[in-house]
């Protein structure tokens, strides 16, 4: 017999499939790399126009992304968009995961509706940034010592 928790997981599935891919509401309900990241190569903080926040952690070894972790305060869409976002990431090299852009992730969704393509910008905005701090640290490593993280 179904329990409570898994008719209400049904209904709220149901009732994304309304508007979602089933890629997306697979990412949004069980995301991929949530957390932050001890010692991280990488990390970049963006917040959308919406007003929402991402937060992106890299770990590189051999100029390849071996780990991507991610945590954001927004909506469900965004939590599929980092979740997937890290990885597509995830076994590339650096300049491949560099090319990484929100349509990428729009493809690998299939789609996202109209309103929610910026969640989509959010988690790709946020991986270039991570990548763009690598390069700078590998640049310049004492800053590192300065890190607000
Ligand atoms: Fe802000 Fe989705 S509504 S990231």
Same mark, same amino acid.
């Given at each position: 017999m179904a329990s409570s928790y898994q008719e209400l997981e049904e209904f709220v599935r149901e009732e994304m499939r309304k508007i979602y891919t089933e890629a997306t509401i697979d990412h949004a309900m &069980?995301?991929? &790399?949530?957390g932050g990241m001890e010692n991280a190569d990488g990390f970049g903080k963006v917040t959308g126009p919406c007003g929402d926040t991402m937060e992106i952690w890299l770990k590189i070894k051999n100029n390849t992304v071996v780990e991507a972790t991610f945590l954001t305060d927004g909506c469900e869409t965004s939590i599929a968009a980092g979740s997937m976002v890290t990885e597509l990431a995830k076994g590339k090299s650096i300049s491949e995961a560099l090319k990484i852009t929100h349509q990428d992730v729009l493809d690998a969704f299939g789609s996202l509706p109209e309103e929610s393509i910026h969640c989509a910008f959010l988690a790709a905005n946020t991986l270039r940034e991570a990548i763009k701090d690598y390069f700078t640290f590998k640049n310049e490593p004492w800053k590192r010592a300065y890190r607000q993280h």
């Open positions: &069980n995301p991929r &790399n949530m």
